[in-house]
């Protein structure tokens, strides 16, 4: 029988719908405003394309808008200068550092720069550390997004086999531990596991961000397994996955389609790690 396909596209709708009326109680309750940075720096397409629809988003949902464009040869004082005067500006709620960096900056340095309050993508040194320690904090937006599809579906995470295909600190990293705090039994796989088949096929959940096309195939899923796609690969044919959709889904139960999928999740939580870091400041 064929999978289910999970419609990240719209309960990210719904999460949005949801946040537009929570903004607006936040603004009236505590008659601050809320605000997001969104800084570029460089003439990145891709990036472009992603910044601009952060920027959309963010507007319907009532945060404001307080883009901030550097120059592709900005040095590394430059944009630390524009992230400090951001995270001083309380109007500014969120500071969200577009990667990737031009190659001559030290992304790591320029993303600690962001208060942990204001770090949206969840992505400092601090954030990373609260998150192992299961302090408050924002976690990074596309591993909340994973967890905010699975438990929308009903997918029991306690004492679940969920395997995890990438370490990043973008995505695996933080998604092991959000998992594990959802009391599942959690296995990382990466570039040097030797026969990645045989840890997914004991997987009640596998989920995969690799960033490697059509990595996973029917025959690392086993039958009834909930299948979460993160990585997005363009080709001729348009966007697809790290998984072979049309495979895997005659031997999942549930699956993430590409586009449509973790993408669409990765914004709403974005949106609402800023409402979030709002609270937090207030
Ligand atoms: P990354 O390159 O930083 O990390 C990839 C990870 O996969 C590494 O830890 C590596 O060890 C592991 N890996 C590589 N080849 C492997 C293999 N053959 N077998 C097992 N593991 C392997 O990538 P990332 O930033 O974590 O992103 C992963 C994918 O997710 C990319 O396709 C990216 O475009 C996508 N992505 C999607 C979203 C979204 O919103 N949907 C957000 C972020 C990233």
Redesign the pocket.
Known sequence: MAAHIIDGKALATRLREQLRTDVEQFKQSTGRPIGLATVLVGDNPASEVYADSKRRLSKQAGIEDHHRRLPKDATQEQVAHALDELAANPAVSGILLQLPLPAHLDATALIDRIPWEKDVDGLTTISAGRLARNVEGLRPC?PL?VISLLENEGVQLQGANVVV????D???KPLAQLLLQKNATVTV???K?KD?AAATLQAQVVIA????LH?IGAEHISAGAVVID????RTEDGLTG?VDFSAASTVASKITPVPGG??PM?IAELLRNTLKAAQLQS
């Open positions: 596309t997004g295909i990438g370490r990043s973008l995505v695996g796989a990466h570039s596991t990645l961000a690799a960033g490697v990595l993160v990585g997005i690969h790290d973790v993408g990765t």
